[in-house]
């Protein structure tokens, strides 16, 4: 029967492939879980810990700050040209600014800043996490006193959060500024009509659901990296470019996931 | 001396917390200077500021003489300064007992058992015990005993 045994080999590789899948996620689950218990625990802020998580804000949020800046401003300022004319075109000028708000800081800054750091630190972290595994330095570092995860993975997770957070904070308030320019020009007599707008599009709940969103951003950046990183086999240097692109696409979907989430939240 | 089964063994104890292994094995950490890899050890440990472990490892390397390679990381390191950093990095957290681990694997391009044996001499105050694990068929090359 090669035809049923075709099929048994068939089902057998997928099933292979399905679990290895599941695996990964349930690796990911437990480490992310880890990641938060010990960032919440006190023992692990140490010297050595506090001067990762500056090394990593430093990496990931401060050095890319002018030219991530110059960026999210361009971009702000284009969407909000299109969003602003489209309105006017359609009549519906007074909603241009809260509309902008919108799309832009509640929606496509957050989303933008996680790929940005993702794509940078998030596949540098990867990288970097396989290399330590292939190159058997965790088990030196173990071997040292020093445990691997609280001086470097733990503190890499709440310098990817902050540096996250913190970008898109810089962004939004970038986008506001341009978003006022833009709808009232260079005059300060509309910022009690501003303010009024804004007051209304960041009401409590959307406060509460874009603080988690960037926090779960921040987390998936740098979770999903070492995770994956850790999941590269000792000795076998030519896994860590098949390690780096498990975890960029798993960390691709899982963006989309939070925002397709956020939204669902908002709006359905 | 030992036979591999024996050195596997002998090693083995070394992942009791109060033993330090040096092999060639377990490398320095890539991202880091020499002086980095040995000053994260008390830094991490005892919680010191960065500057005062670095201090301490600082004047490890002079009493060595090898205050040159400080700054270099581990790929420009040449193997005799691989293994002054790996040895440092043991002794900066005072073990009972330090395991070199097959040496020849550590210092393949000279004449390893003196070379140790100097180095283990200028830090004698700072080691309490030190095992050098190794093939049996490399004991003409060390003194006798």
Redesign the interface.
Known sequence: MPAMDSLIDLLTRRGAALLAWLRGWRRLGRFGATAIVEALTPATY????R?VVQKQIYFTAWQILPGFTLFAAVLSYVLIQIVVDTARDYGLAQHALEMSVRILVLEILPLLTALFVGLRSGAAINT?VA??IV???M???E?????PMR?EFIPRVIGGVISVVALTAVASALALVLAYVAVYGFQFFSLPEFNRVVGNVFDPPAIALLWAKVFAFGLAVTVIPISEGLAAPADKLFFVPISVLRGMVRLFFVLMLVEVISLALKYI | MADDAARRTAIAAAHDADISLISDELPLRANLSVLENIAIVPQYRENLAYEVAADQAWALLVRLGRTDCAFKRDPDLTSEERFVAKLLRAVIRAPSIIIIDRPALLLPDCHYPPRVQATLDALDDKINECWIVDYPWNEPLYAPR
Not at chain 1, 46 to 49: C, D, G, V
Not at chain 1, 143 to 147: K, R
């Open positions: 140490n010297s050595a810990t001067s970097e290399l330590m190159h058997n330095e088990k030196a570092l071997e040292t006193g020093v445990d001086f």
